[in-house]
Structure formats: structure tokens, C-alpha cells
């Protein structure tokens, strides 16, 4: 058995303001309480519903319902997947995709880029043609390695049926977009083309280890996470999260594995003084129908988008949550906000959306009536994902807001 090394976790400072610490409730929060008591039982929800409502700055716990009971939290999971990654590996983090040479065979080396177009594989294969040419080399065998990440598996709680439409079996190397089953494979194919179109003959790709001793030829730098991270949120995509469980799985020197990755997540979590009873992770994405996230955990884990101890590394999580009405999962292309009393509050919301089969969630932040941060989730299991649950959820974050 592989020997991992103790994880390394960015030093991080909490301090805790509990409940009975707190100067109380404002009258706006008590106001807006007692509307969620009446209208979270009246929202067609069903029967299995969560959520919790905070006051940032405090900490205080404004409104609970079954705030400790964990339930699928569907994609909401990934806001816990960015602020572990943002917090291990920090905002400005880059990975390189390289081609390297060594006794006649190019290889293709995935460093993990959960952004890698077309065309930057297209510009790295023009810069490795130029070089090989300018050392004398036209014709070589081409290789790809994509070993940074384990071996492609299926988590615990996901079915063969994501596979292609829903996630792409995770690997270090794949052209943002691509579903296929073999994304190193087909990535690592058009980088061929490219190459012969530049005037290099390749053989048939093969997957292999990059043997030590290898020249560099070219590279191509990722995106920063920061922005990696925003459109992950926004657009709420799947092989992203994945890829990037992976990467902080490494920068904390853990395997590059479902279990390595929400192995940190819960580490970082920890350090942020996150409450995970209850909680169970076996993903990046949130597709786990065996992940438990409860109420308590995600309204906090929530609030670290706005604390404003914590925004040298973690700015990028607001930027990123779809703004309601407005852009993202929370569109009106989305039957989001798009009707009263929700249509209130278009524009100041900031919230990650959630769904499977029966299972609809909805965690952020807005401001309330009283001017201050607060922090929610809200999540349902057991009622199809519905235009009438989602307008609901909608509906129980314009309470939070205020406007309803």
C-alpha cells in the first residue's frame, strides 16, 4: 500500500462568535425568521427539506429547519470543492500542459488544465513542430501521459450512465468540453494533426510514462484558478470540479483520487472551523447520490464567499456564484427569478444551484433588509427538480433578501 504524506493546509485563523455570543437578532432577522417558518412549509417543497440562514459577521444562526440533518445536496457540493482548492492552492494557481522529447518520441505531458482549448493545443503543437524541426527532427513517435491522475473510476454514488452526457471520465489531459471516454486520447489526436499540418510526421499515439531525462519542448500555461473557479460555479460544470478535487488532492501531497480529494476538502474545511457532522463527501461535483451535505455546513461554508478574513484568497467564490435573474445557473434561460413575489430580488442574489432526480438545492448569499451579509441553504429531497420547486426556492431566497 502507497504511502501518503501527511497533507499540508494553509494556515488559517478563525475566529468563532457562537449563537449565545452574538448581540442578537436584529428586528429584520427576526422578521424574515418568522417568514421562512411560514413559508417553507407552504412552498411545495415536500416533506424532507433543510436550510439555515447566518448572519456572516456574527456567525449567529438566524433560522434553522433540521439544520444537522444531511441530505444529497446535489451541485451545491461544489462551493465546498472551490474553497479547498482556492485554499490549498491559492488563486493565481497555473498547471502546464508540455511536450517533451526523448529517444525519438514526443510526449504530450497533462498537467491537469480543466480550461485546455483547441487552441492552445493548437499553438503548443506549433511551438513543439518549430522546435523539433530546429533540432533536426521531422518524424517521431508521439506519446501521451496523463498519469498525474489516478486511473478513471467511478465515485461512490455515481452511475455508468454520466458517462458521456453528464461527466467525462476524469483525467490530467482533455480539451475543455470534451465528453469522450478516452479524453487524453482524443486530445492528444488533435495535437497530432496539428503536428503533421506543421509539418511533423507521427506515429499511431500511444499512453505512456514520461521517462526521465525527457528535453522540453514547449509548454502552455492554464488559466489562473481564479477564474477556473468562477466559471466552475457559474456555469456549475461537472468535469471541472472533478479536475480540480484532483489538483488539490496533490497540493496537499495526496493520491489523485476521489478519496484523496474529499480527503482535503474535508481537511480545509476543518481549518475553516466548518461543522461536518453529518457530512459525507465522495465527489467533487455533487453528482454522488451518496454525498450528505447538511444546512448548517453549507450556509457556512456559504458565508466564506463574503468574510471578509478570508477574500485574499477566496474573492473569486463571488464572483463566480450565478447571480440571480441575471447570468449563469440562475438565468432567466433558467426559469430562475423570473416571477413574483422571487422576482424581487433579480440581481441580489448570489447562489449555487443544485439538482438530480429529487433532489434541488439553492446555498449563497445576499444581503438582507437589515444591510448585512448573510449566508443560506436550502435543500430539498424527495420532489422533482420542477419549475414550481425551483420558483419555491427562489421565493425562500427573496425572504432572505428582504424584498418578499
Known amino acids: 500500500m502507497a504511502v501518503i504524506a501527511a497533507p499540508v493546509v494553509a494556515a488559517i485563523t478563525v475566529t468563532a462568535t457562537s449563537a449565545s455570543a452574538a448581540s442578537g437578532l436584529t428586528a429584520a432577522d427576526k422578521a424574515m425568521a418568522g417568514k421562512l417558518n411560514q413559508r417553507v412549509g407552504a412552498a411545495e417543497l415536500g416533506t424532507n427539506v433543510v436550510g439555515e440562514v447566518r448572519d456572516v459577521a456574527s456567525g449567529q444562526t438566524v433560522w434553522s429547519k433540521n439544520g444537522t440533518k444531511g441530505l444529497m445536496p446535489a451541485s451545491t457540493n461544489k462551493l465546498a470543492t472551490a474553497v479547498a482548492a482556492l485554499t490549498v492552492l491559492g488563486p493565481g494557481h497555473t498547471v502546464q500542459t508540455k511536450a517533451v522529447y526523448r529517444s525519438g518520441a514526443v510526449y504530450l505531458v497533462g498537467g491537469g488544465d480543466q480550461q485546455l482549448s483547441s487552441a492552445d493545443l493548437k499553438s503548443l503543437a506549433t511551438a513543439t513542430a518549430k522546435t523539433l524541426k530546429a533540432k533536426g527532427h521531422r518524424s517521431v513517435r508521439l506519446m501521451f501521459d496523463d498519469h498525474l491522475f489516478a486511473a478513471p473510476s467511478l465515485a461512490t454514488g455515481w452511475n455508468s450512465g454520466y458517462y458521456p452526457d453528464t461527466v467525462a471520465p476524469v483525467r490530467a489531459l482533455r480539451i475543455a468540453g470534451d465528453e469522450t471516454q478516452d479524453t487524453a486520447l482524443a486530445a492528444t489526436k488533435y495535437f497530432a494533426q496539428q503536428l503533421t499540418a506543421n509539418g511533423i510526421t507521427v506515429g499511431k499515439p500511444a499512453r505512456a510514462k514520461t521517462p526521465s531525462g525527457s528535453t522540453a519542448l514547449a509548454s502552455h500555461k492554464s488559466k489562473p484558478l481564479s477564474t477556473t473557479v468562477q466559471y466552475m460555479l457559474k456555469y456549475s460544470d461537472n468535469d471541472i470540479a472533478e479536475g480540480l478535487l484532483r489538483l488539490t488532492a ?7 483520487t476521489f478519496a484523496g480529494g474529499t480527503a482535503a476538502v474535508r481537511a480545509v474545511l476543518v481549518k475553516y472551523g466548518i461543522p461536518l457532522t453529518g457530512v459525507k463527501l465522495y465527489d467533487g461535483s ?3 447520490r451518496s454525498d450528505r451535505m447538511t444546512a448548517d455546513a453549507l450556509s457556512a461554508i456559504a458565508g466564506l464567499a463574503v468574510d471578509t478574513r478570508y477574500q485574499a484568497k477566496l474573492w473569486p467564490i ?24 422571487a422576482s424581487c430580488a433579480v440581481g441580489e442574489v448570489d447562489a449555487k444551484t443544485g439538482s438530480l432526480t429529487g433532489v434541488s438545492a439553492l446555498a449563497g448569499v445576499t444581503k438582507g433588509a437589515d444591510g448585512r451579509w448573510k449566508s443560506f441553504a436550502f435543500v430539498e429531497n424527495g420532489v422533482s427538480p420542477t419549475a414550481t420547486v ?3 426556492l427562489d421565493g425562500l431566497a427573496a425572504t432572505v433578501e428582504g424584498c418578499w
Open 250 to 256: 496533490l497540493g496537499q501531497k495526496r493520491a489523485a
Open 286 to 288: 455533487g453528482l454522488s
Open 318 to 341: 463571488l464572483k463566480g456564484l450565478p447571480v440571480a435573474g441575471v447570468d449563469g445557473t440562475l438565468s432567466t434561460s433558467y426559469d430562475r427569478f423570473t416571477t413574483a413575489p
Open 390 to 392: 425551483k420558483h419555491a
